[in-house]
């Protein structure tokens, strides 16, 4: 059952702070996802917003000296101007604090009590402000005299009255519906799967411990001692604890309650993307949340790893933090973008360091992609009046291809894709996998794949003593170019629109469908300009 809609989402961001290159990770990856089914032809709603109420915020604000509202509406400034440094195609920012979004986590809540899951009690134990997050005991470990959650943040006593949600009654079928088989509407797919199995487990001893139906497995879900947060419908004493707030942005944005044509359109969303630290929330509070309330849950989340400040663990005391306006002030955005999907396998952690980027950046991407593009449409300028020669059947195009994709890559094998216009239909089985690296790793096998090609054809050549097989080399290396930056758009969407332009493609010819088309021979070419710069480091 495929739709024709592809609803993905950022977790939205605490704006306690400003932004860290841990934002722009999970926002590039999911924007590339975004992209690439705009491509596929998908109608994409890709959301992304800041996640504003809380103590933790709240906290910022007091120390900032501002009162709360005024705080987050300049820290969520930052984050908005983020997705323009960054490249983000959302559709939509969302902020907790807005009027539709109170509208939602009320509508939302009233549905939990009318399932009978919300019940009035006392909350006694452990809370985490900077996870907001609660904990068991078993949990901590203790230094000086202050206790500290498995994440690092110190925790305090909280005893106050609380509403409470029944998870426990949603514990079994959740279980039940990470298990069902790829396909099954119903199925919550949860990766990479060591995750999942994470998640499994801590449901499972959950259950062991307490055993099924225990009050003990219930989530605390609204506060007494601050007020910033929506209000729990029927008794504002209470507001309503963040997490249950923040998620719910999701189910707003795609038009809930508001809006049910659209909500049926883009809900379950397809994808959310995550980093590990708040993996729990997303594959078991939510959707625990939304089945009581009779929403469909989400069809897949996704952990990505965390990235560490050359070998060190980031941290404001460390003062190592990344800044991403300064990375892409010193190293140019698409360099950053594809560094860190390249990288790195997505879903694990990885090391940030200037000089991985700058090898990546000079060794793949000035050397390899850069220099074939250089190569062949300096030629086609040269010796073809910088006009698009005329093609003819030659077997170029699948040599260029068969070699890397048919012998060694076992997406394309699965597939049985045999021919460079097939390269879309293996990359989306990479990247519906979120496999950016692989994804990566396979087009750039391509493109040196490219680069031999022109060195062992050397069409400058046969531009002596065979023109029209001249021709015919630069035609196919021209079409495989054009698959590489097609393809490669979601990734480095500024480049690869320069390289489209000099290789002559009209704006409307960028998707995948459109590569089944050539362009007329006779296409004049703008003359080349170089695509990347080479990076020295100057520490
Ligand atoms: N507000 C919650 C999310 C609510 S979603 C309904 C939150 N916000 S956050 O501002 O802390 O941002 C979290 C995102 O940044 C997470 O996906 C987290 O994994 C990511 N990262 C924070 N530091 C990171 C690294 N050092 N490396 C990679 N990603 C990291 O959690």
């Not at 705080?71 to 604090?97: K, P, W, Y």
């Not at 907001?132 to 230094?143: I, S």
């Not at 077997?395 to 012998?407: F, I, K, Q, T, V």
Request: hydrophobic content about 40%; overall charge neutral; glycine content about 8%.
């Amino acid at each position: 059952m495929t739709r024709d809609t592809y609803f993905i989402t950022t977790p939205i961001y605490y704006v306690n702070d400003k932004p860290h290159i841990g934002h722009a990770y999970t926002s590039i990856a999911a924007d590339v996802l975004a992209r690439w089914k705009r491509l596929e032809g998908k109608r994409v709603f890709f959301l992304t917003g800041t996640d504003e109420h809380g103590q933790k915020v709240e906290k910022a604000a007091r120390e900032a000296g501002e009162a709360p509202k005024p705080f987050t509406d300049r820290v969520s400034q930052a984050f908005r101007e983020l997705t323009g440094v960054i490249g983000l195609s959302n559709d939509d920012f969302i902020r907790t604090t807005e009027e539709r979004h109170y509208a939602a986590c009320q509508a939302l809540w009233r549905r939990l009590v009318a399932a009978g899951d919300i019940y009035l009690g006392h909350y006694e134990g452990w809370y985490a402000v900077r996870d907001e997050a609660f904990y068991g005991p078993d949990e901590l470990t203790e230094r000086e005299g202050v206790k500290y959650a498995p994440s690092g943040a110190p925790v305090e006593w909280v005893r106050e009255p609380s509403y409470f949600f029944r998870l426990s009654r949603w514990l079994p079928e959740l279980l039940r519906r990470y298990d069902l088989p790829e396909g099954d509407p119903e199925r919550i797919s949860i990766a990479p799967e060591t995750r999942k199995n994470e998640v499994v487990a801590f449901i499972r001893q959950g259950l062991k411990e307490f055993g099924e139906g225990s009050p003990k497995l219930d989530l605390s879900v609204s506060r007494t001692s601050f007020r910033w947060g929506v209000p729990v419908p029927g008794d504002p004493d209470h507001v309503m604890y963040v997490w249950l707030d923040a998620l719910t942005n999701y189910i707003t944005a795609a038009g809930y309650p508001s809006d049910p044509e659209r909500f049926a359109a883009f809900w379950p969303a397809d994808l959310h993307m995550v980093g590990k630290d708040i993996l729990r929330f997303h594959a078991i509070y939510w959707p625990a949340f939304l089945m009581s309330a009779g929403i469909a849950p989400p069809r897949r989340v996704f952990a990505h790893g965390w990235w560490t400040n050359e070998g060190q663990k980031i941290s404001k005391s460390l003062g190592n933090v990344i800044d991403p306006l300064d990375l892409v002030q010193r190293f140019g955005l698409d360099p950053v973008r594809y560094f860190l999907l390249r990288e790195v396998p997505f879903g694990q952690d990885g090391d940030f360091s200037r000089k991985a980027l700058i090898a990546r950046n000079n060794g793949e991407l000035a050397d390899t992609l850069g220099n074939l593009a250089n190569r062949v449409l300096s030629l086609i300028q040269r010796t073809c009046e910088g006009r698009l020669p005329e093609g003819r059947p030659t077997e170029a195009a699948a040599a260029l291809l068969e070699p890397a994709l048919l012998a060694a890559d076992p997406r394309a094998r699965a597939i049985g894709a045999r021919k460079l216009e097939e390269l879309p239909a293996v990359l989306t089985a990479y990247l519906d996998a979120q496999d950016f690296s692989g994804a990566l790793a396979l087009v750039f096998a391509l493109v040196r794949g490219g680069n031999e090609y022109v060195t062992q054809r050397a069409p400058w050549a046969l531009r002596r003593t065979d023109p029209a097989e001249m021709a015919a080399v630069l035609r196919d290396l021209h079409s495989a170019l054009r698959c590489y930056a097609t393809v490669l758009q979601p990734f480095m969407p500024g480049t690869m629109a320069r390289l489209l332009d000099q290789l002559g493609v009209p704006a409307e010819a960028r998707h995948f469908a459109a590569l089944a088309a050539p362009l007329p021979a006779g296409t004049p070419l703008p003359p080349p300009s170089p695509l990347f710069a080479k990076l020295e480091d100057s520490a």
